[in-house]
């Protein structure tokens, strides 16, 4: 009887590990089918239309024309003014938090206002958008005589800015908070403020850290979606102000993918969902190895 | 013998929420003189010498009363940046700025206080502190390099070079040596012998030996209290107070 | 003393301007969120009522009406998505802590990091390649597919991470008592490391409540009430964002209501799961 049930459990236990061992191989051969599903869905359009897909600046379905520059520019635009915006806010809230809140209370309040941000889905983001900033935008541009569309880079920046401080505070804070209270003390010793210290001490240790969250943030901006497709307007052209509509890699997938039926339309929205993907995956990837090398430096 | 007092402290009385650590303690240093504060661990060296140059306006929790004068000023009410290029402090562990170089570490007190220099009295800064500290032959090559490849000791002595740049009135040294190896201790040590002609030095050590060979004057705390002020000669050969006969003879640690 | 006291003054209030400016831009951020939740609060408060959750959406030009299809949509999606995500999760984050040596291991957690990086957007293109082409139609499995590969890194982590901070002697005490691998870690590890699990379950799963781009292709939407997966359905996410782009003044308001009941929710879970770790 003993017996018996130490072979079923024996079983049991041999089967458990290679269930393990299958979840293991289980998860390479999703990413792995993951990637070949893009590549060999892009692949209609990578060979009509081959690289000058990357520099076409003309997107019309409807003529068959097919070129990515103008969502490739439009990610850029906005997500770059996005991260200006954010910097200002994420540096301050970073060394508020690490260095002069450093064991304080208060310090729970901005980390409860950091949470709040990063958790409000995106589609709220895109809807609050649309419904508060776009009318203020919409009397800006009538002050200043422009074409009042409201919607398009300006609005989709404001509203991702606010979306990505969360994602490079995470780091920021903690980086400003690692920097040894040895150093700060010798410079303090030596009778520098605390500006001084955050300026000559602080920041130059941490700014690796620094650069790798607002890294991180810029990738985030750049895969965002609903948020930036309900306020940027959808417009397939090169942006010439940060006045104009646009449309990013993502928007006009979020965008055109549900009515597309062209064939070649479909493998060319998936193309550009493939462009996204290495774009994001690069910096993802630049960030996590200074993260590495950060932690084990310190 | 008649010692001029460089630093006074009277009734000095520094808390941690309700836990005295220093109770009303009074004392003078001397200028240019050797002091050595000594006792067992955790009875408020560091709290002390700490408050000499004001680094408790750092942490909240901790509450100083009393009255230490420098000159005619009671450094307790001045402003803690006056204070700290006055009177500098080097600490336990060295701790050189790791995103500066050797070069610009000896400058590091002029950096940070925004003080403009010209090449000339850059190089010169450097060059008169590397000397002093015996490290302008060991580094010279390397001058522009970071400092974080250097010894330990070697490290510590860049540490004291970029608070004698500031040319501090008084020294504070919070063992300084106890993150070091005998060698690198006794270089120290000369060092101090040397530099008490330009600066006076309050040292912090629980190592008797080191007290008695670099010290002139030798406080010994116990507990918060100071339980006895004297030349080291006196404190080492005829102490009057049975507790540091006792800490003498190592009888607690 | 000798040292300039005017350039010392210039230093100090050079410190004060610095330290005041950051302390303004840091509760600066409190006005936009409070005008986020302010107007999600004040439109949506009025229409979250019983009818919110019993009625479906009134037709265009008639007032009232609810999300109900919505909302069992997106508990459909989201439960599903949990029943793939959450045990495969673990066996992935089990395999990640426990099987160090083995020739994948490494590579697998680069698989986990990388699909954690990927833009929800493509999630929803493999998950309409997938499951969408090939049946001809939306549905809501794809949908909870899409999903699912979502969640899976998250509760991975979460899992790889817990037992991370499990010290060896517990698993020392439970071979002494002659157990064997897989109840010790069914018995013994995993309920050691139960509030790190749940809590990165509960992120995760109020993660992909709020999620829209995956949906798009997927789910799609459905204006009627719809209870099988293997068609088209709605979810409170798909609802809002389009209504949103509506023109209809009733459906902004359902839009707006259906925003504020997914903030209590999402918000809601990442603040139980923030608490179950303490
Ligand atoms: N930041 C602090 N908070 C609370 N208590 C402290 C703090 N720093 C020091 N103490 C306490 O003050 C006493 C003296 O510490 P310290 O001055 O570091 O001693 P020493 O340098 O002589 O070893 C110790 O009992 C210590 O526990
Ligand atoms: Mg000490």
């Keep these: 009887m003993k017996i018996m049930i130490n072979l079923t459990t024996h079983k049991k236990n041999q089967l458990f590990i290679k269930t393990l061992k299958g979840a293991g191989y289980l998860t390479l051969i999703i990413l792995t089918l993951f990637l070949f599903t893009l590549i060999f869905n892009s692949f209609l359009s990578l060979k009509t239309i081959s690289l000058s897909f990357l520099f076409n600046t003309n997107w019309q379905p409807n003529t068959g024309n097919f070129g990515a520059a103008p969502f490739i520019i439009g990610t850029l635009f906005t997500s770059i003014l996005a991260l200006l915006i954010s910097i200002p806010f994420s540096l301050s809230i970073s060394i508020y938090i690490g260095y002069f809140l450093k064991n304080k209370k208060r310090k729970n309040t901005l980390e409860t206002l950091m949470d709040l941000l990063a958790g409000i889905p995106s589609v709220i983001y895109g809807f609050w958008g649309l419904m508060v900033l776009v009318p203020i935008i919409i009397k800006l541009q009538t002050t200043l005589g422009i074409i009042p569309y409201g919607v398009g880079i300006l609005a989709a920046s404001l509203i991702l800015s606010l979306m990505i401080i969360p994602y490079s505070v995470t780091l920021g804070k903690d980086v400003i908070n690692l920097v040894p209270t040895d150093l700060v003390e010798a410079a303090i010793g030596l009778g520098a403020t605390p500006y001084e210290v955050i300026k000559h001490i602080a920041i130059p240790y941490s700014l690796s850290g620094l650069f790798a969250g607002h890294l991180m943030a810029f990738g985030r901006a750049i895969s965002e979606t609903m948020a930036v497709t309900m306020v940027i307007g959808n417009r397939n052209f090169i942006p010439k102000s940060i006045m104009d509509p646009a449309n990013t890699l993502a928007s006009v997938i979020a965008n055109e993918f549900g009515e597309a039926s062209a064939p070649l339309h479909i493998s060319s929205l998936i193309e550009l969902g493939l462009i996204l993907l290495i774009i994001t995956t690069i910096i993802n990837i630049i960030g996590k190895i200074i993260v590495k090398a950060y932690t084990i430096e310190t | 013998m008649t010692n001029e007092t460089i630093l006074s402290i009277e009734k000095l009385n520094i808390s941690v929420k309700k836990n005295k650590i220093i109770k009303n303690l009074s004392l003078s240093f001397y200028k240019n003189k050797v002091t050595a504060i000594m006792g067992p661990s955790g009875c408020g060296k560091t709290t002390l010498i700490r408050s000499l140059n004001r680094m408790h306006d750092l942490d909240k929790s901790f509450k100083v009363k009393g009255n230490i004068s420098f000159g005619n000023t009671n450094l307790l009410k001045a402003d803690p940046i006056l204070v700290r290029q006055q009177i500098g402090m080097v600490f336990q562990r060295p701790n050189p700025f790791p995103n500066m170089s050797i070069y610009e570490n000896v400058l590091a007190g002029y950096i940070l206080n925004g003080i403009k220099l010209s090449k000339e009295e850059k190089d010169n800064i450097v060059d008169i502190n590397l000397k002093k500290v015996g490290l302008y032959d060991e580094v010279s090559d390397n001058i522009h390099r970071k400092g974080s490849h250097l010894s330990g000791g070697q490290q510590q002595r860049l540490c004291i070079a970029r608070t004698l740049a500031m040319k501090p009135k008084v020294l504070l040294l919070d063992e300084p040596t106890s993150a070091l190896d005998p060698k690198a201790t006794t270089r120290i040590e000369n060092l101090i012998n040397e530099l008490k002609n330009e600066v006076s030095i309050i040292m912090v050590t629980h190592n008797i030996e080191q007290a008695s060979r670099v010290s002139d004057y030798t406080a010994f705390l116990y507990l918060g209290d100071l339980i006895e002020y004297d030349t080291t000669e006196t404190i080492f050969t005829v102490p009057k107070d049975k507790r540091t006969e006792e800490y003498l003879s190592r009888k607690y640690g | ?278």
């Design chain 3, 1 to 278: 003393m000798k040292l300039n006291k005017t350039n010392l003054e210039k230093r100090l209030l050079k410190n004060k301007i610095f330290y005041e400016t950051i302390k303004i831009f840091s509760y600066a951020l409190l006005i936009p969120l409070a005008l986020i939740l302010f107007y999600i609060i004040k439109n949506g408060i009025a229409y979250l009522n019983l009818d919110f959750f019993i009625k479906m959406p009134a037709p265009v030009g008639e007032t009232g009406g609810g999300a109900l299809s919505a909302i069992i949509g997106s508990f459909l999606i989201v439960g599903l998505s949990g029943l793939i995500a959450i045990p495969l999760g673990m066996l992935i984050g089990v395999f990640l802590a426990e099987f160090k040596e083995h020739k994948i291991n490494n590579l697998t957690r680069l698989a986990v990091e990388t699909l954690q990086g990927i833009p929800s957007i493509i999630y929803g293109i493999v998950a309409y390649a997938w499951f969408v082409m090939p049946f001809g139609k939306f549905s809501g499995i794809s949908a909870s597919i899409a999903l699912a590969l979502m969640m899976l890194p998250m509760v991975a982590k979460a899992t790889e991470e817990s037992l991370k901070m499990i010290p060896y002697t517990l698993k020392e005490a439970s071979y002494a008592l002659g157990a064997n691998y897989y109840t010790t870690i069914k018995k013994v590890i995993l309920p050691s490391c139960q509030k790190g699990i749940t809590s990165g379950v509960l992120i995760g799963i109020s993660r992909i409540l709020g999620e829209t781009a995956p949906l798009l292709f997927t789910a799609f939407g459905n204006a009627f009430l719809n209870f099988n997966m293997a068609k088209p359905i709605n979810a409170l996410p798909l609802l809002i964002y389009n209504y949103a782009s509506s023109p209809y003044q009733e459906w902004h308001q359902i839009a707006w209501a259906s925003s504020l009941f997914l903030i209590i929710i999402v918000l809601g879970l990442s603040i139980i799961s923030k608490n179950v770790i303490k």
